[in-house]
């Protein structure tokens, strides 16, 4: 199989898939983000797993996104035959107004002309390949699961006869087909008709949600792709990730392969702000909840970033048997800098907070709460301002003194005594001024 490194992204601020130029899935962790990789080929060829489409060298192949959306499209061409495969992940509002977003993705393949033929490559291996997989055929669905961890299931329901899928053989395609990989065993019969309905509905979803989004003069499809992808990046918590991925390298062959599927203060709070700026006020609300709840009375420590979910122990594992990213050793998962001091961080949090403030009119209740954290932020940064941090290098060696962490928490002193004037709390003001002043004097 031809192994190119371009990727698409599809997914449903829940978990995400990346998915090669040649249609081939070669990242997807199930149910979560952070949970065990299904599919891996990005970081070990050979036991990684993938699913994808084996076609005659005949083909050719153009990926594109549908304007506008999440959902990928991957076209096969060749001198007889075309087809198309679609692939997203449901994401879209439920009766009760709570969106529906399923651990799980459909590939619906739309014949176009000639008589398509391909065979189906289906190699999952769930938990990040650490075990054996064990594939059962069952009448609805095949089922696979992992030596090591029988309780995460996968279930693939298709169309397509599922022994064909088994057993690789040819797939001659004369009407449209879908697959459904599922980390839940479905109740209700899954169908093409149902399919279609899942794809209208996370269709309008993601036009309505560009169609909110600011528009610009200049390069706004690039800047609509950007924010697109940033989206794909925000759990529905509120929490955002740095990265759907782990272990791909700073330098191809080199160690400094890290797992970014975390929440970082600082990286979050750049991309919440961009979301609030065109148009997404949501996104901001959803993560200032999500820090809130991070930071309860009996947590008064701050960490540089969470798991998504809150957890504070990120611990990092090598996992050995894996090649990593083109010979990229070690993979790891979890992430040690959770330990670090990064000074920095807090003002971009609280540069975030500040606009909030200007421009949510949020409830009492919610500007009273913000305010507790407001008050907890800036005792830690007058409290931690002269001390050396990792920086936002998060270098692994010795603390030391680092301009841009000075800076950044002159940032978060001027942004709190911003807010404290706007709310009238005049005592706060004047003290956070004061300190913002002498870190000033220390950066000149």
Known sequence: MNH????????????????????????????????????????????????????SEAYRTEQSYIPHTNILSTHFISDEA??????????YRAQNSEHYLPAELYRYVR???????????YAPAPDYARGKTIRNVGTEY???????????????????????IERSREIVLE?????????NEKVIPVDIEREKLEYCRTLVYWLNWSNRTKKY??????????????????????????????????????????????CWLRDASMSIETLFKVGHPGVAQRFMRFIQSTFTADRDSFQIMYGIRGERQLTETILEHLSGYKGSKPV??????????????????????????????GPLDEIEDMWELVKKIQANVMQEWRKPDKGIWEIRGEERHFVSSKV?????????ARIARMLGKYDCEKRWQQEAGLIRRDVL
């Open 82 to 91: 075309e087809f198309t495969v679609l692939d997203f992940m449901p994401y």
């Open 111 to 121: 014949r176009i002309r000639g008589v398509p033929r391909f065979r189906v490559h």
């Open 217 to 262: 003069t200049l390069y706004n499809d690039v800047i609509e792709r950007s924010l697109l992808t940033l989206k794909l990046m925000s759990y529905y918590n509120g929490a955002m990730l740095a990265a759907l991925t782990t272990s791909l390298p700073e330098t191809v062959g080199e160690v400094r392969n890290w797992d970014y599927r975390f």
């Open 332 to 361: 790891r998962i979890g992430n040690d800098a959770y330990h670090q001091r990064q000074n920095d961080s807090f003002g971009y949090l609280m540069d975030l907070i500040y606009q909030y403030y200007r421009l949510v009119p």
């Open 142 to 164: 095949i089922e696979s699961y992992s030596s090591l961890n029988a309780t995460d299931r996968q279930y693939l329901y298709s169309s397509i006869p599922l022994e064909d």
């Open 175 to 183: 009407k449209d087909e879908f697959f459904l990989l599922s980390y």
């Open 4 to 55: 190119r490194l371009n990727y698409g992204a599809v997914g449903n601020c829940r978990t995400a898939a990346l998915i090669s130029e040649t249609g081939n899935i070669e990242w997807l962790c199930l149910p979560e983000f952070d949970s065990p990789s299904i599919f891996a080929a990005l970081l070990d060829r050979e036991k990684g797993g993938c699913f994808g489409f084996e076609v």
């Open 408 to 416: 950044m928490c002159w940032v978060a002193l001027d942004r709190g």
